[in-house]
């Protein structure tokens, strides 16, 4: 398929708000895609390369090339070419890569070269999200959209499912199943205000602690054992203290969820950022070991054997899982099987772990299957606070002590046409070991940068403490934020995962608004003073 195709469908994308019409003008060019190359095409259109990153900035990719001037530029070379300048090292790195692309750029018409400029460096910004390409695809191969959306959970890539059932249809999805060794994407809990409230949606549950650490997803196959994020990013090896408990385990072959945390000398969780910083890529795994070792705990079974228990309720796995997994190495519940009955048991247990150092409960209904990639209503967190995961989409330069730093964060929401409606501002709650790490971060995601204003790539999320919501018509969703404060960095999430505009007035709404003016402390400048914006 020549590239063309996929820039023009890019930009008629981009042109629309409709998701329907995005749909269609996804199904359109899936179905006419050669099978062999739906899954590359399905990546551009997410703004994702099968290779990651390929290593070039600005810099070479600003270099004038004649554009050609007509296209004839295949998907198929275009991927050629990227894995060529993936596979580049050593001395003479920039003058090769400089090379391969000038040859790329000079293959592609004016509309492709911007299309090329976009993907190589991240920037492919038309609103086809996964959740809209899943779409597409279905209506192209001709089977049921929530058929598609399981298998893409179990097998873990769009593009490789996609490309399976446009070849070979409906029967493609049988084919897909939960495997060991094969990372799926975790189920996720909604937000309930009170545990009240969560027993009275759900009825009979499992209220259980909710810790403050790294979700890890355990599989094991004889002595090999894989250990996976939550983005499904594997970091087996900067976790050998989980490793080595999930060898000691009877089982042979299972995949566990659950959560990694640390203690500190008190005995009490030591805070996120403390653990993102031990399991971060560039950390002596042993130095780190001596300095602060972690303990999973673990809330679910995926799989055991044989046997796969996605589709068992939560009551039924959990009696699997305590046949494999000791008591202390699992997270603590209480089974509320009347919740009228129990619910000071419940508020109890929520105070309890609350006191224990951990950030709330989840409480997760007893008959609930296990709804891989999904943040449903069956499982419910409960937070003494309201809490949002919001994307990042700019940063002001700070004055006074926060001079040189990126200090004022611009917030955004999931839009349902898979751009981000800005919800507010603040720099309020960060820390300066958290100052200095942003800033580091949100460079590499710049974008551009007024002297003033850093735009950047919408993929840092941040977990942020507001009072409630004001009817505000300065931001797009029609209300901001107030008294935003930053609780932590979640580099662990990926921005698909922040919450949505739809969630965030479904959270306000409970809350209420304190009227019609404009977000509180609005003259805020990315720095010292003690209001913020938002």
């Known amino acids: 398929m020549l590239l063309a195709e996929v820039a023009r469908v890019s930009r008629e994308v981009a042109g629309t708000s409709a998701r329907s019409r995005k749909t269609a003008l996804l199904a359109e060019l899936f179905a006419a895609a050669p099978a062999e190359e739906a899954g590359l095409v399905i990546s551009y259109l997410s703004g994702r390369l099968p290779q990651g990153r390929p290593g070039v900035g600005w810099r070479t990719l600003g270099r004038e090339a004649p554009p050609s001037p007509r296209p004839t530029l295949t998907v198929g070379a275009v991927d050629a070419a990227v894995a060529e300048l993936a596979a580049v090292a050593g001395p003479g790195a920039r003058a090769e890569r400089?090379?391969?692309?000038?040859?790329?750029?000079?293959?592609?018409?004016?509309?492709?070269?911007?299309?090329?400029?976009?993907?190589?460096?991240?920037?492919?910004?038309?609103?086809?999200?996964?959740?809209?390409?899943?779409?597409g695809?279905?209506?192209?191969?001709?089977?049921?959209?929530?058929?598609?959306?399981?298998?893409?959970?179990?097998?873990?890539?769009?593009?490789?499912?996609?490309?399976?059932?446009?070849?070979?249809?409906?029967?493609?999805?049988?084919?897909?199943?939960?495997?060991?060794?094969?990372?799926?994407?975790?189920?996720?809990?909604?937000?309930a205000r009170s545990v009240a409230d969560a027993l009275t949606a759900l009825g009979p549950c499992a209220v259980e602690e909710k810790l403050d650490g790294i979700r890890v997803q355990v599989h094991r196959s004889g002595d090999e054992v894989r250990i996976h994020t939550r983005s499904l990013d594997e970091i087996t090896d900067r976790l050998p203290e989980v490793a080595e408990l999930a060898r000691s385990l009877p089982g042979e072959r299972f995949i566990l969820d659950g959560e990694v945390i640390g203690r500190g000398a008190d005995g009490r969780p030591v805070p996120f950022q403390e653990i993102a910083s031990r399991v971060g890529s560039r950390v002596d795994v042993a130095a780190a070991r001596r300095t602060l070792a972690v303990t999973p705990y673990f809330f679910d079974l995926l799989a055991v054997g044989d046997r796969v228990l996605l589709d068992l309720p939560v009551r039924e796995r959990y009696e699997a899982l305590a046949a494999l997994v000791p008591e202390t190495a699992r997270v603590r519940r209480l089974v509320v099987e009347d919740p009228s009955e129990r619910g000071a048991d419940a508020e109890a247990f929520l105070a309890e772990a609350l006191d224990r150092g951990h950030e709330g409960v989840v409480v997760k209904a007893l008959d609930s299957p296990y709804a891989a990639g999904r943040r449903g209503k069956r499982w419910l967190k409960v937070k003494p606070v309201h809490t949002l995961d919001l994307v990042v989409l700019a940063a002001e330069r700070g004055h006074g002590r926060r001079t040189g730093l990126l200090s004022?964060?611009?917030?955004?929401?999931?839009?349902?046409?898979?751009?981000?409606?800005?919800?507010?501002?603040?720099?309020k709650g960060l820390t300066d070991e958290m100052l200095r790490w942003q800033t580091g971060r949100l460079t590499e995601l710049a974008e551009s940068d007024d002297g003033f204003t850093v735009r950047v790539r919408p993929e840092l999320v941040v977990e942020i403490a507001y009072d409630g919501l004001q009817r505000s018509p300065r931001y797009p969703a029609g209300v901001a934020l107030r008294f935003a404060r930053v609780l932590r960095h979640r580099p662990d999430k990926t921005a698909e995962e922040a919450d949505t505009v739809e969630t965030v007035l479904e959270q306000g709404g409970r809350g209420g608004d304190s009227g019609d003016g404009g977000p509180q402390g609005g003259g805020a400048r990315g720095g010292g003073g003690s209001t913020a914006e938002g």
């Open 98 to 135: 400089d090379r391969i692309v000038d040859a790329l750029l000079s293959a592609a018409t004016a509309d492709e070269q911007r299309f090329l400029r976009s993907l190589l460096s991240g920037e492919v910004r038309q609103g086809a999200l996964d959740a809209v390409a899943l779409e």
């Open 408 to 427: 004022n964060l611009h917030l955004g929401a999931r839009a349902a046409d898979g751009t981000y409606a800005m919800l507010g501002k603040t720099f």
């Open 137 to 191: 695809v279905a209506k192209a191969a001709g089977v049921p959209a929530a058929d598609l959306r399981r298998a893409v959970m179990l097998d873990g890539s769009l593009p490789r499912v996609a490309a399976a059932v446009l070849a070979q249809g409906a029967a493609a999805l049988g084919e897909v199943t939960l495997r060991v060794g094969q990372p799926v994407q975790p189920m996720l809990a909604g937000t």
